[in-house]
């Protein structure tokens, strides 16, 4: 006993002893080469579960006792050990590991190592984004990855770019739009545009592109997931950047119509008295008299810097743009805040964002742009006897309008104003908890939101022509739109030396509510106003997880798995798991590569993957719905007190599918990432094949059979392949001069494989792609064995002189008679491959860049030309109208609206844009500038005859024209 108690004794006096030998540690952790502060840097105690992080300022503190070893590591840069010996300060240099060098990309609730990322997944980040007039963010990766198609906008100030990944034919009437996640918050897919945030706040894009990676997202990743991360400030002294440009612009192309001479002969060999008498004595080209050229200015203005245990960023933006078509402007208010707070020893983070935006749009009347096209170019714009305004018009006999005629295009943008007040917002708050007794664990919770409100006007005064009604027309519209996100996810991150192994695994909760509402009064005269109101939400309920594992740092394996359950889908088939398993073999660190003179990196990648798609613009189209309806559906039902009629609003029920249930799309991915000479060529090589099941379309029904004749349901399967490379070479590095270029490549392929719940390849398929021309035409099909969209067509004959003959077509079927049947599906506007190639060079003070695009083997439907390119149109809607000059090469009477004439080879070399900047160190006492210049739209090779090639949809008819602009600009930072 008494042995017992001097033990105890004993030990009681040791511990004191190890108490006092313990000592607080503190240091500065650097980069090597530049003297850098590194944030995040991993500091631990060799061989215990003791550790911490670097802060912002690169500094730790850390408990340590004579005879350990402190342990420096971070991601890309060589580990250190450093015997701590009772010294009181521990700073440390890391020197960057060439071998293990690489870039964090963002995954999905979380980040990875490129390394070790096994899927197809791309980040763009702010250093490669390209330059010029950018209102819409998604333009600054045109061109920059394999697999990424941003399709630009139109001329229309303010409007959006259509993103595609792989192909962008995921769906047939649901989006086959990617979801957008903005700094953790995935935006509601209904109303996905980016034109809130401004360009210079966005940090960088990462796609992920194949289903393994992206179903971590589950039943809204299906077109693939663009994850968007806005810039954060960094410690240090407060900095300011100020931002500005000046850009000019004006169309380079019109669309292709008689002159004056050219009409007023046509009309004179075609036509009758009345007609060649209703010719005028002018000569105006009306697309000259819609267009003009365009002034955009732009100015940003950000400060951000930090503290011992936070930093922020603040930025504020204006933006004014002016379209080319007369009376078309927006002007555009930006604001972003970023906070970071670190407390508890680093223990506890707590990061707010928010990203707001008030946007003014005044909108040009864009019917404007077709009647320009048609309107008769020998009359003048004004007419000082003219009851419209003092416009000329198309009128009867008796002067009264002619409601069927085209309108005086001027007349359509001058006697109209349609503006429209926009308030967006996303924000989120997020707070970081590592357990301080279990610190391979953090857990972590996100509130955010999406917050979308637009108020609109619109006013056409009752002397305008275009007036359908004689006191004129006053029109509001609201819209509101919001959703709100709880996230709440653990991470378990550990590192097993004794098997060499890592796990990485995340489990986690999310719940998003959205909620849409839009109200639309019209009072298209003394007393009366016609309407309606519409309010809908829908919820989605989600539970994931991800697992990494990493064996010798050379095999690796991800595990995504997400159980959504949605309100829009029927109760038996609205919960269901989405999920892939994707691996990797790090080739360079066998031991068979590690002697490579050639090799600098070499990953062989697989993965399948499966994901879902919802989003097809009816939130409970499974059950039975009533409709209210306006002022202009109503039933009489006997007679007022008075004894005029009484009439009662009608509701009427609409079409379901009480079976309605998920796309589905099952994807398989292959891919090889390599690097040359020390990194000096780098590069990927992907392969997939995706299959989408039950596809929702809407689809016509058997009368009788619903209560609509069409309606949403799940129709039919499509499968994609396809090929991407992706090519970047540091041509030239040295102190006085380098030169980068990316160049990438996509090859896509898609068919319909099911429709209209059968794989009958003689069915007549799914009309779609709506033309002008008649009533109620379309150009398009979706069949099975097919590309999605084709143009479904009758195969034009030609004269000995490669002139295209009247009416005159294949007998397809050969039976001797030309009718529907003989119609063909003739190529598609999808096109067989994509093409980007970018360039930087930076010589001393100097830079310069650009980016080129092509698309090959896309078609377009000329339907400008297809519509008024013949004397049909000539002397239509008991008029003269102007028409397509490809009357000239054509001679047509009448129009030939589904010949395959008209389906044109839009193929197209693009160079996006060019810049040239040259910078200065020290302009005033620390203060560095940049002068830049830029060109965007600089030039297009195609062979295609109408507007633009790059048509998205592939149908080309009043297309608001896209503009050169060239800009000016400057950038200092203080």
């Known amino acids: 006993m008494k042995k017992m108690q001097k033990f105890i ?45 670097t802060d912002f300022d690169g500094k730790y503190q850390i408990t340590a006792t004579n005879g350990q070893t402190i342990v420096f590591t971070y991601v890309g840069y060589k580990t250190q050990e450093i015997p701590y010996t009772g010294q009181a300060t521990v700073n440390v240099a890391l020197e960057e590991d060439a071998s293990t060098l690489d870039e964090v990309v963002v995954v999905g609730y ?7 990322v096994t899927g197809a997944v791309e980040s763009v980040t702010s250093e490669d984004f390209n330059g010029g007039a950018i209102v819409s963010p998604e333009q600054l990766i045109a061109g920059k990855t394999a697999g990424v198609q941003v399709t630009p906008p139109s001329g229309a100030p303010g409007s959006g770019s259509a993103i595609k990944i792989r192909g962008g034919v995921s769906s047939l009437s649901a989006s086959s739009a990617p979801l957008i996640v903005v700094d953790g918050v995935p935006l509601d897919q209904g109303n996905s545009g980016l034109n809130y945030i401004n360009a210079n706040d966005i940090e960088s894009f990462t796609v992920l592109k194949d289903a393994s990676a992206a179903s971590i997202y589950g039943s809204r990743a299906t077109g693939g997931v663009i994850l968007i991360t806005t810039k954060t400030g960094k410690s240090g002294q407060l900095n300011f950047n100020v931002n500005h440009y000046t850009s000019v612009g004006n169309n380079v192309n019109e669309v292709d119509v008689l002159s004056s001479t050219q009409f007023r002969d046509l009309v004179l060999a075609n036509g009758n008295a009345n007609q060649i008498s209703d010719l005028g004595n002018s000569s105006t080209d009306w697309q000259d008299q819609i267009y003009r050229g365009s002034l955009t200015t732009d100015t940003n203005v950000t400060v951000s810097g930090g503290f ?103 007349a359509l943008l001058e006697l109209y104003s349609n503006t429209a007040d926009t308030k967006r917002s996303t924000g989120s708050l997020k707070i970081d908890y590592t357990l301080p007794f279990f610190r391979d664990l953090k857990l972590t919770a996100k509130g955010g939101y999406d917050y979308f409100e637009v108020d609109g006007n619109l006013v056409i005064p009752a002397t305008a022509a275009s007036n359908s009604n004689t006191d004129g027309l006053i029109g509001t519209n609201s819209t509101l739109n919001r959703s709100r996100l709880l996230d709440l996810y653990a991470n378990y991150k550990k590192d097993i030396e004794s098997i060499k192994s890592t796990i990485d695994l995340t489990v986690g909760h999310s719940f998003q509510s959205f909620y849409r509402s839009n109200r639309f009064l019209n009072t298209p005269g003394v007393g009366q106003v016609t309407g309606n109101v519409f309010k809908t939400e829908n919820a989605l309920e989600s539970y994931f997880g991800r697992l990494n594992f990493a064996y010798d740092n050379k095999y690796l394996v991800t595990l995504n798995l997400r159980n959504d359950s949605s309100s829009r889908l029927n109760p038996d088939d609205r919960s269901d798991f989405f999920g892939g398993v994707s691996v990797g073999w790090n080739i360079i660190d066998e031991n068979f590569m590690k002697d490579s003179k050639v090799f600098s990196q070499l990953k062989l990648r697989a993965g399948y993957g499966e994901t879902g798609q919802q989003e097809f613009g009816q939130d ?4 039975p719905r009533y409709t209210t309806g306006d002022g202009q559906v109503q039933y009489q039902f006997g007679y007022n007190s008075d004894g005029s009629p009484r009439f009662v609003t009608t509701i009427r029920p609409e079409e379901y599918d009480e079976n309605l249930r998920w796309e589905r799309s099952k994807t398989i991915n292959l891919g090889l990432d390599f690097g040359f000479f020390n990194d000096r060529l780098t590069g990927s090589v992907e392969v997939y094949e995706r299959k989408v099941e039950d596809l929702i379309n809407f689809i016509p029904v058997p009368a009788g059979t619903n209560l609509s004749n069409a309606l949403f349901t799940n129709v039919g399967n499509l499968e994609n392949r396809g090929l991407e490379i992706n090519l970047n070479a540091a041509i030239v590095e040295n102190e006085n001069f380098s030169w980068n270029t990316n160049f990438n490549v996509s090859f896509f392929d898609n068919e319909i494989t099911k429709l209209f719940l059968t794989d009958d390849p003689t069915s007549p398929g799914s009309p779609t792609g709506g033309i002008a021309g008649g009533v109620g035409n379309t150009i398009q099909i ?26 005159a077509y294949v007998d397809i079927n050969g039976d001797g008679v030309v009718d529907t049947d003989d119609r063909y599906r003739y190529k598609s506007p999808n096109p067989d491959a994509v093409l980007g190639f970018n360039s930087n060079m930076q010589y001393g003070n100097f830079d310069f860049s650009f980016t080129m695009r092509a698309s090959l083997g896309n078609f377009a439907y000329n339907n400008v030309a297809s519509n008024t390119g013949n004397v049909q ?39 996006d844009n060019l810049t040239i900047g040259y910078s200065l160190d020290n302009v005033f006492k620390d ?22 090639p790059e048509i998205n949809g592939g149908i080309d008819n009043n297309f608001y024209p896209r503009s050169r602009n060239i800009l000016m600009g400057i950038n200092l930072n203080l």
């Open 782 to 807: 979706n069949s099975v064995g097919y590309e999605a969209n084709s143009f479904f067509v009758y195969k034009q004959i030609y004269d000995a002189n490669g002139a295209p003959i009247e009416g």
């Open 110 to 116: 979380g980040s990875a190592v490129k390394k070790d």
């Open 308 to 410: 011992d245990n936070s930093n922020f960023r603040a930025s504020i933006g204006y933006v004014s743009q002016e379209g080319t078509l007369r009376n078309s402007k927006v002007n555009r208010w930006t604001g972003s805040v970023k906070f970071i707070q670190r407390l508890l020893d680093d223990d506890l983070r707590i990061e707010a964002n928010v990203l707001g935006a008030l946007i003014d749009d005044t909108f040009g009347n864009q019917g404007a742009i077709g009647a320009a096209v048609s309107f008769d170019p020998t009359q003048s714009v004004f007419d000082p006897n003219s009851p419209f305004g003092g416009y000329t018009e198309n009128v009867n006999n008796d002067g009264s309008i002619n409601t069927i005629a085209v309108r005086n295009p001027v």
């Open 9 to 53: 004794l004993f030990l009681a006096f040791l511990i004191p002893i190890g108490m006092l030998a313990q000592t607080k540690v503190t240091g500065v952790v650097t980069e090597q080469s530049t003297g850098t502060p590194l944030l995040g840097v991993n500091v631990v105690l060799k061989g215990t579960s003791t550790g911490t992080t």
């Open 873 to 911: 149109s000539l002397f239509g809607a008991n008029s003269i109208n102007n028409v397509n000059s490809s009357i000239l090469d054509t001679g047509f009477q009448n129009q030939q609206l589904f010949s395959d004439y008209y389906v044109q080879d839009a193929s197209f070399l693009k160079l």
């Open 620 to 623: 409970y189209g499974y059950i």
């Open 927 to 948: 203060v560095r500038m940049r002068v830049y210049a830029t060109g965007q739209n600089l030039f297009v090779i195609t062979d295609y005859d109408g507007l633009d």
